[in-house]
Nanobody, 125 residues
Framework: VQLQASGGGLVEPGGSLRLSCEAS?????????MAWFRQAPGKGREFVGA????????IYADSVKGRFTITRDNAKNSMSLQMNLLKPEDTARYYC??????????????????WGQGTLVTVFS
């Protein structure tokens, strides 16, 4: 499975961006999870949010809860991350990820099998 992330860019604090992640194939099972992680310069990879494909259940990091929303489009094999009320500390490269099957911990990076190349989000003041 190949993942293609897009939608990054420059935005002022308080602004919005929408990231997309398109998967090259769906696979034979709908039990997988898709997620967003981010990595700021000089920092480790951080969980942003995730969504279960079959039921559409989503979870978020506390730092983005109430500002970011993940949705999925079954027909397009894609996932989106709507980011509102952006802050300078949201500046990072954002990566989408997908697991083969259901995972135990949706917020743990090593639970995911495929990763996109990342898209850069810069929130400047």
């Amino acid at each position: 499975v190949q993942l293609q992330a897009s939608g990054g860019g420059l935005v002022e604090p308080g602004g919005s961006l929408r990231l997309s992640c398109e998967a090259s194939e769906r696979g034979f099972s709908d039990s997988f999870v898709m997620a967003w992680f981010r990595q700021a310069p000089g920092k480790g990879r951080e969980f942003v949010g995730a969504i279960t494909w079959r039921l559409g259940r989503s979870i978020y990091a506390d730092s983005v809860k109430g500002r970011f929303t993940i949705t999925r489009d079954n027909a397009k094999n894609s996932m989106s991350l709507q980011m509102n009320l952006l802050k300078p500390e949201d500046t990072a490269r954002y990566y989408c990820a997908r697991s083969k099957y259901a995972v135990h911990s949706m917020n743990v990076a090593n639970q995911y099998d495929w990763w996109g190349q990342g898209t850069l989000v810069t929130v400047f003041s």
